[in-house]
C-alpha cells in the first residue's frame, strides 16, 4: 500500500469507529434496557470503545488490501475504458463493503461477549414480576407480620 491508500485506511478506519461505536452503543443500549439487566456502564463502554476502534482499523487496512487485490485482478480482464471503470468501481467497492458488514458482525459478537462480562451482580432497580411474598423480608418479624408501629401521629401521606 502507498501513501495515498494509508490516508484513506485512516479516514475509513475513523469513519467506520464513528459509526461501529455510535450504532453498536445504541444497539447494546436497547439490549440493555429490554434485557432489564445492570451493566457496569463505565467497564461496558471503555471496552467497547477499544473494540469497535481495534476492528474499524483492521477492517479497514484488510478490506482496502482485499479491494486492492481484486482490482488489480479486475484490471487486467478490462480492455475498454468503461470495463475499467466498472473494474475499479465494481470490485473495489465489493471488498470494501464487504469488510464493513464483517466487522459489524465482529462488532456484534464482540459486544455481546464485553455485555456478558460486564453484567453487575447487583439487584436490578426495576423488577417486572414480583410476588408478594418475595417482596417481604423473613429476617424481619415485624415487617411480615405487619404490626410496625411508630410511636406518635401518622402522617397521611406515609
Not at 96 to 119: K, P
Not at 137 to 142: H, K
Request: aromatic letters at 14%; charged letters at 15%; one cysteine or more.
Amino acid at each position: 500500500m502507498d501513501f495515498s491508500l494509508h490516508a484513506f485506511a485512516a479516514f475509513l478506519s475513523l469513519l467506520w469507529f464513528l459509526v461501529y461505536w455510535i450504532l453498536g452503543g445504541v444497539f447494546f443500549a436497547v439490549v440493555a434496557i429490554l434485557r432489564l439487566g445492570r451493566v457496569r456502564k463505565v467497564r461496558f463502554s471503555c471496552l467497547f470503545t477499544l473494540w469497535a476502534l481495534a476492528v474499524a482499523v483492521a477492517v479497514a487496512f484488510k478490506g482496502l488490501a482485499y479491494s486492492e487485490r481484486e482490482i488489480t485482478t479486475c484490471l487486467e480482464s478490462a480492455v475498454t475504458k468503461a470495463e475499467t471503470v466498472v473494474a475499479v468501481f465494481g470490485c473495489g467497492t465489493a471488498g470494501v463493503f464487504g469488510a464493513f458488514l464483517l466487522g459489524a458482525l465482529a462488532i456484534t459478537v464482540g459486544g455481546f461477549f464485553i455485555f456478558a462480562i460486564s453484567r453487575s451482580q447487583s439487584k436490578p432497580w426495576i423488577v417486572l414480576e414480583q410476588d408478594e411474598t418475595s417482596s417481604i423480608n423473613p429476617s424481619d418479624p415485624g415487617e411480615a407480620r405487619g404490626d410496625e408501629e411508630s410511636p406518635g401521629e401518622q402522617s397521611k401521606y406515609f
